[in-house]
C-alpha cells in the first residue's frame, strides 16, 4: 500500500489550496481515510475523515466550515479542499487509512491508522 499526498504550497491567509491523495494497492471504498496535521513542535492532530461509507465526514472544531474532505471512486482519489486559511494551518498535512469492518467507524488518533503517506507542506503567510 502506498499513499501519495500532494498539493500543499505557501499561500496568503485568506486563500485556498486542494490536497489530494492518491493510493496504490487499496481502494478508499473499503477504508477509512483521515487528514492529519502536524505543525513544527507540536503533535500530530486530526483534521479530518470520511468512514468507508463515504458518509457524514468528521472535522476538527478548528477547520469547520473552512475545509471539506471528498472522495473521487474513479480516480480512487482523496482530496482535502482547504478555503479562508489562516497562518494557524501551517502544517505538514498527512493522510492516513486503516482497514475496517464498520462502514461506519472514523477514528480520530492518529495511532489508529495503519498506513500513511509522506506528508505535503502548507505554510500560509499572513
Not at 1 to 24: F, H, I, K, P, T
Not at 35 to 48: D, L, P
Not at 79 to 91: F, G, H, I, V
Amino acid at each position: 500500500v502506498q499513499l501519495q499526498a500532494s498539493g500543499g504550497g505557501l499561500v496568503q491567509a485568506g486563500g485556498s489550496l486542494r490536497l489530494s491523495c492518491a493510493a496504490s494497492g487499496l481502494t478508499f471504498s473499503s477504508v477509512v481515510t483521515g487528514w492529519f496535521r502536524q505543525g513544527s513542535g507540536e503533535e500530530r492532530e486530526f483534521v479530518t475523515g470520511i468512514s468507508r461509507s463515504g458518509g457524514s465526514p468528521k472535522y476538527a472544531d478548528s477547520v469547520k466550515g473552512r475545509f471539506t474532505i471528498s472522495r473521487d471512486s474513479a480516480k480512487n482519489t482523496v482530496y482535502l479542499q482547504m478555503n479562508s486559511l489562516k497562518p494557524e494551518d501551517t502544517a505538514v498535512y498527512y493522510c492516513a487509512t486503516k482497514r475496517s469492518f464498520s462502514s461506519f467507524s472514523l477514528p480520530m488518533s492518529p495511532h489508529e491508522y495503519t498506513y500513511w503517506g509522506q506528508g505535503t507542506q502548507v505554510t500560509v503567510s499572513s
